[in-house]
């Protein structure tokens, strides 16, 4: 296992390039599992998670290449529709091929994805939105098994105790894209995944309407055809150097960026008073003043995303003041918090609401594990900015979701290097 090496203190200069959102290829590959013919995907992160999600194709009987951020998938004449358990049970993402491979192969075996250290991830939702196309569900061994001769497009309503949920609306769009008539999704996510997710689909030859938006409509049609599609930038490998500059005191500029994607995180951090300029694609981010106190509380798209909670959470710590966090959408999405404290930031939790006592000073490197993709970046963040050395270990998390890292933020004049543990 590899572990990662922080010196902090160094303001962070220069630019750096987004890599494509790992958030919208893991459905999109899905989604190519609605067609006979070749797909080719473009701006692929190379990340752990991305290729968990190529085994699992190849499980099913589909050829895939990778080579320089292209993916080209193939299905072949040994299709199948069975996604094992040693795969899915290290990707909760990889329950998104339910949805295409029953539509598809019109029989669909889904291990069931284990528990999370985020909290609670139920799927509830996908096998109620699978099920009211008119779907035969049955658990099996661990496994959900799903048949439908073919699916009937029908009205759904995939609304949880936390809102929207991404991968549900993007499992139940999948199916209903092959279904007879007409779907219709009623509180389906609108993330920006979601909306690559569904131009992708569009391009397939799907009928979808009301993309963007809370009530999705989709028209099924007999067959889908191969395309090729660019990926969108990642939003949180964005937000995530964004924060990166405001607390080492930089002065970055963020290239193949949406901007549009994270208004609210940028209208945030402008509050705080880090100085943020946009463009169609690019962000340049110049700490120029102390940052004030900040209040988040995390909820679906357009709100603010939970998976820069942890990240904020860092930020806050050198942020003098008290800040507030709550999180609405994985009530327990919290690990990260006995870390920082290991650091010597004041953290406490009420609940499903974290009080971060910010300081003047900066924390004090120490030893600390990452707990999850997006906690781990929060550790390398406070790295970025404490006194003396941090030394994470587990770092397989981080390298599910952000491409080259210690590479990109070394070019930023970083001290972060990795070694085998
Ligand atoms: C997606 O997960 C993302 N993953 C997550 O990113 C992200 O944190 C999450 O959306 C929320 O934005 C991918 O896109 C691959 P949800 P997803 O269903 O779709 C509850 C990262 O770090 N819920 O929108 O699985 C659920 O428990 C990852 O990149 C149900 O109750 O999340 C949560 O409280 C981590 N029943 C809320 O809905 C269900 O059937 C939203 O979850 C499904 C979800």
């Known amino acids: 296992m590899d572990k990662l090496i922080i010196e902090g203190a160094k303001p962070l200069k220069g630019t750096v390039t ?44 589909i050829d895939t290449a990778m080579k320089d951020g292209v993916i080209t998938v193939k299905p072949t004449t040994r299709r199948n529709f069975t996604a094992p358990y040693e795969l899915v049970s290290t990707m909760r993402a990889s329950v998104c091929v339910l949805g295409p491979l029953l539509a598809k192969m019109k029989r669909a075996e889904v291990s069931f994805p284990g528990g999370c250290v985020i909290g609670p991830r139920p799927i509830d939702l996908h096998l109620k939105g699978i099920k009211s196309l008119g779907a035969r569900l049955d658990v099996k061994e661990g496994y959900i098994v799903a048949e439908s001769k073919r699916l009937r497009g029908n009205h759904v309503y995939l609304g949880g105790h936390f809102g929207s949920s991404v991968l549900a609306t993007a499992n139940v769009m999948m199916a209903a894209t092959l279904a007879r008539g007409r779907t219709v999704i009623e509180n389906a996510a609108c993330e920006p995944e979601i909306v690559d997710l569904a131009h992708f689909l569009k391009k397939m030859g799907a009928k979808i309407e009301n993309i963007a938006t809370h009530r999705i409509e989709i028209e099924g049609v ?4 191969g395309v090729t599609h660019h990926v969108i930038p990642d939003r949180i490998e964005t937000g995530t150097f964004i924060i990166a500059s405001g607390i080492t005191r930089g002065d970055i500029t963020i290239k193949n960026a949406r901007p549009d994607h994270l208004n609210c995180v940028i209208d945030k951090l402008r509050e705080s008073g880090l100085s943020i300029d946009t463009s169609k694609n690019t962000i340049k981010v110049k700490y120029k003043k102390p940052l004030r106190p900040m209040d988040i509380t995390t909820l679906p798209y357009p709100g603010f995303p939970t998976d820069l909670q942890a990240q904020m959470m860092s930020l806050m710590a050198v942020t003098e003041g008290i800040s507030v966090v709550t999180e609405k959408i994985y009530p327990e999405r919290f690990i990260h918090i ?49 006194k003396g050395k941090t030394e994470i270990s587990r770092i397989y998390h981080l390298d599910r979701g952000y491409e080259k890292i210690e590479k990109k933020l070394v070019s930023l004049g970083a001290k972060i290097w990795r070694e085998h543990e």
């Not at 890599?19 to 893991?26: D, I």
């Not at 992160?45 to 099913?60: C, E, H, N, Q």
């Not at 009080?355 to 390398?380: E, F, H, N, T, W």
């Open 222 to 225: 007999k067959s889908l055809k």
């Open 338 to 386: 006995s870390e920082l404290n290991r650091m010597g930031v004041d953290i406490k939790l009420e609940g499903p609401t974290a009080i971060v006592k910010g300081m003047k000073k900066r924390p004090s490197g120490a030893r600390v594990m990452a707990s999850d993709l997006r906690a781990s970046a929060a550790l390398v963040l406070a790295g970025l900015v404490a």
């Open 18 to 61: 987004i890599s494509g959102a790992k958030n919208s290829c893991l459905p999109i590959l899905a989604a190519t599992l609605l067609t006979d013919d070749k797909c080719v995907i473009k701006n692929v992160p190379s990340l752990g998670d991305v290729f968990t999600m190529l085994k699992i194709m190849r499980a099913l009987g």
